[in-house]
Every structure is written in C-alpha cells, then in structure tokens.
C-alpha cells in the first residue's frame, strides 16, 4: 500500500495533552470528534475527469480493503469515544457488494445515532425502500450537471437517468436529500443556475463545493474556483447565509422561494478547519484526520495484528492529538508530487 504514508511527520506541538474530555475524543485545539466518515471502497462505477485519471487508478487489491466486521469494531471503539455520526461512502459505496447489509449492522452499533450515505446514486434507487427502513438519517448524491451530453463529458459514463431516478425516489420517500455539485474549471453561470433549480423545486440542499486536489493524477497548477463564495453571491443576489449550526464545514444559504437551500463546501479554501469535528477511514484502514495529510493511523495494522480494543482507542487517541491544526498545514507536511483520487479517501 504506497498511496499514503504510515505518519505524518509530526506537526510542532506543544499541544497539551486534551484528547479525551468526559469521555469524548477531542484534539490538541479542542476540537470535538464526533463524526466518521467510512469509505468502504475504491471501487467506482463512474470515472469523473476531477477524481480519476482516465485511465482509472490501480485498485486496492481486495484482502487489503477493510472487512466488514473489521470496520464495525472500529466503529465501536470510535463509539466508545464519543462518535456519533457515521457516513458511508467510498469510491461508490454500492460497488461493494453487501453495502446494504453493513448499513443496517453499523444502525445496531451502539453511539451510532446518525447514519449517512453518500452515493454516486447510479444504482441506488433499488435500494431506497430499504434504505428508508433502516432509518437513514440522509442521503448525498453526487450530481455535477443536468444535461447529458456534460454529465458524459465528466463523468465519462452515461448514467444521469439514473442518477435523477435515484434523486425523485429519495425525495418521494422523504429521505433528507443533499445534492454535492463540485464546480469545475468549465461549470458556467446557467448550470449553476439549472442545479440551483432543484433546490427551488424541491425540499433538498444543493451543495455547490469547491473542487479540490484530488483527482489522482498529476497535481494541476492551480484551481480556479477560489471565489464560489463571490460567485454565488453574484449569480443570486438575495441570498442570504443561513445561521451555521455548528461544527459544519457546509455554509448554507436561504432564497426566497426555494423550497430547498443551497449551500457551499470550501474544502479548497478550508474555511472551516477551526470547527471541522470528522476524521476518515480510506478503504485500506488508514485513519486520516484531515483530508489533506497522507494518513496518520495504519488501522489495518493494528487490527490485523491482534490489538485489542484498548490498544486501538489509545492509538486512535495519540493520533487525533497530534491532528493538524488545518489543511494548510497538512498539505505543507505532506508533500506530494500526485494528486491522491478522492476515491481513495473517501469525500
Ligand atoms: N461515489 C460516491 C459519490 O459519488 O458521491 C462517494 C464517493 S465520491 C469520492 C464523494 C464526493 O467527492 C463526491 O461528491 C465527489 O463529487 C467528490 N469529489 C471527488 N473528487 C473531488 C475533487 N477533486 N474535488 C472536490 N470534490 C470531489
């Protein structure tokens, strides 16, 4: 496994010792983690130009990939430390044969009080009556363009039937809903315009979110879209930011006669690192506890090596402590001449 680095140097710290509060895992700057983010595959069903390299990515050999019974107790530990919120995402999650089954195994875990799925929503909609019966607390689905031609063009597969059907079966059954649309370099006013429109349609959250380095092929110069903020403000004059219930990394915006809102995910510009309460499992068991460093825990290792639950929690304890202070400082750290694909990070 070359694609992350066993540690991060370590971050200069004079940290004190505050990873654990009441119970609950907390870092060197007080930032509470409540949140976990499982990406359980790198497998994909779609190939989007800003997060594979046409030619794909060499795909994690299978014994390699986090079982899932592995995943589950490391969930628990993590429950053991306060998490709450659990997502499920990869590469496409539903790639993964017996997806559906480890989502109802993770809602029996005890602590896990929010479950979520984020999906490329190509195959989904088969699913949406048992995902609705497990209690889902929501859904994203990814979704750059509405037409297409484009949607071909990005994603170099020809599935927006049935990404729409997914997106009108999961609002029919009034699972919340959020819309991820990362803007690229060509993402033009109108189609910011016609992805709003749903928003303005129905009751869900379209997410505009900046792209990000990860598209797993050579680092590109220099991404244009540092001023969505700006942009969205221009396209949509009124609207006004919603109050942020904290910790988010979305901002979230209100428009007069939207049945839904839309929102922003500076994931570029890291606007939100201060408040950021998640960390991440890539789908070879590294602990990553900011997207931007290369891996900070080898919790395959660790399982696989016969360490005990207490054994694990106190790594996992070490490690959060020593988490970078913002993204910033971890891409510094963690230098790179490639770009990581965000299928192996799990976005
Ligand atoms: N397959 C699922 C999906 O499509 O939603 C889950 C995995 S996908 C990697 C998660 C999210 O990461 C998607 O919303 C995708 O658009 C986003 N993403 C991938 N590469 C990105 C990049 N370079 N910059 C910003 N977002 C990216």
């Not at 409540?34 to 060499?58: H, K, Q, S, W």
């Not at 079982?67 to 530990?77: G, H, Q």
């Not at 979110?209 to 221009?234: D, H, Q, Y």
């Not at 004059?237 to 007069?256: D, V």
Request: glycine fraction near 8%.
């Amino acid at each position: 496994m070359k694609e992350f680095q066993r540690n991060h140097p370590s971050p200069p710290s004079t940290k004190p010792n505050n990873s654990i509060h009441d119970g609950g895992l907390v870092d060197g700057r007080g930032r509470r983690i409540t949140y976990l983010r499982l990406a359980i595959t790198d497998r994909c069903n779609l190939r989007c130009r800003y997060c594979r390299p046409e030619r794909g990515v060499p795909f994690i050999p299978h014994e390699e990939i986090l079982r899932f019974e592995e995943l589950e107790r490391v969930v628990a530990v993590f429950c053991s430390l306060g998490l709450t919120k659990v997502r499920v995402t990869g590469g496409e999650p539903f790639s993964r044969r017996g997806c559906l089954h480890f989502l109802k195994r993770l809602r029996q875990i005890d602590g896990v009080q929010y479950l979520y799925i984020t999906t490329n929503g190509v195959k989904t909609s088969r699913d949406l009556d048992e995902l609705g019966a497990i209690g889902l607390n929501g859904i994203n689905v990814s979704l750059d363009t509405l037409d297409h031609k484009r949607f071909w063009k990005i994603t170099r597969r020809n599935y927006l039937t049935a990404v729409l059907q997914t997106i009108h079966g999961a609002l029919i059954r009034e699972i919340p809903l959020k819309i991820n649309s990362v803007v690229l370099e060509d993402t033009c006013d109108d189609e910011i315009i016609q992805l709003a429109g749903l928003a303005r349609e129905f009751p869900l959250t379209l997410r505009f979110i900046e792209r990000m380095p990860f598209s797993g092929a050579v680092r590109s110069k220099k991404l244009a879209n540092t001023n969505l903020s700006r942009r969205l403000k221009r396209i949509f004059p009124a609207i006004e930011e919603c109050a942020a219930a904290l910790p988010t990394t979305a901002r979230i915006f209100a428009l007069p006669g939207y049945k839904g809102n839309l929102g922003l995910i500076q994931g570029y510009s890291r606007k939100f690192c201060e408040t950021c309460n998640k960390v991440r499992i890539t789908p070879s068991g590294m602990l990553k506890t900011c997207l931007y460093d290369n891996g900070a825990l080898d919790l395959k290792k660790l399982l696989r090596s016969g360490a005990g639950d207490y054994e694990i929690r106190e790594a996992i304890i070490a490690c959060v402590q020593n988490r970078f202070d913002n993204g910033h400082e971890a891409e510094l750290f963690c230098s790179r001449t490639k770009e990581p694909s965000m299928a192996m990070i799990g976005g």
